[in-house]
T-cell receptor, first 117, second 112 residues
Framework: EAGVAQSPRYKIIEKRQSVAFWCNPI?????LYWYQQILGQGPKLLIQ????????DSQLPKDRFSAERLKGVDSTLKIQPAKLEDSAVYLC???????????????FGEGSWLTVV | RKEVEQDPGPFNVPEGATVAFNCTYS??????FFWYRQDCRKEPKLLMS???SGNEDGRFTAQLNRASQYISLLIRDSKLSDSATYLC?????????????FGRGTSLIVHP
């Protein structure tokens, strides 16, 4: 079974530029997450989708970050304009169904490493 | 108080040692719990789920204490390959969905 796919793996941009990350979840997984992980910290949830609806985006800096999951499959996360503190790994993950206790094991992609200079 | 708290360590232990990590959580409505393992510059991977009755998988034992709101992970007979960061995950139910919340992780270094 194919895992969670993410691209690009690595990106270096200057501050105030924009960047977009793409994610393709495991086939059949209804729930998709974007996490931000800064070096030395645990993953922080930015946004959680259930199919194409947003379940939680309380920690998404909406003045610069946006995410969408059109058609309930692939997702993109965009940052515009980027700040130095956005340097982190952006992890996409998916699970079968977050509304069911038995379907909530999370599977991660390899991450997209962002450096803002 | 943070939602999920872990001692970042590092825990530095010799091969063969037994080591235990704790993780405390603040949301008493949390329904399910997991331990994930994260190797350096890699993505987190599921290590084990944590059940109310406690569960064991080889050298690893996980336990849940709902009254005190903590979960634990015990590793027996540590191997060099156990060196990694161990992330605690708590899933409070909010608005009909489970919101997975990670701790900052506990770093384990097993030395010869």
């Amino acid at each position: 079974e194919a895992g969670v796919a993410q691209s690009p793996r690595y990106k270096i941009i200057e501050k105030r530029q924009s960047v977009a990350f793409w994610c393709n979840p495991i086939s059949g997984h209804a729930t998709l997450y974007w996490y931000q992980q800064i070096l030395g910290q645990g993953p922080k949830l930015l946004i959680q989708f259930q199919n194409n609806g947003v379940v939680d985006d309380s920690q998404l800096p909406k003045d610069r970050f946006s995410a969408e999951r059109l058609k309930g499959v692939d997702s993109t996360l965009k940052i515009q304009p980027a700040k130095l503190e956005d340097s982190a790994v952006y992890l996409c993950a998916s699970s079968l169904d977050r509304q069911k206790l038995s379907g909530n094991t999370i599977y991660f992609g390899e991450g997209s490493w962002l450096t803002v200079v | 108080r943070k939602e999920v708290e872990q001692d970042p360590g590092p825990f530095n232990v010799p091969e063969g040692a037994t080591v235990a990590f704790n993780c405390t959580y603040s949301n008493s409505a949390s329904q399910s719990f997991f331990w994930y393992r994260q190797d350096c510059r890699k993505e987190p991977k599921l290590l084990m789920s944590v059940y109310s009755s406690g569960n064991e998988d080889g050298r690893f034992t996980a336990q849940l204490n709902r009254a005190s709101q903590y979960i634990s992970l015990l590793i027996r007979d540590s191997k060099l390959s156990d060196s990694a960061t161990y992330l605690c995950v708590v899933n409070p139910l909010s608005g009909g969905s489970y919101i997975p919340t990670f701790g900052r992780g506990t770093s384990l270094i097993v030395h010869p």
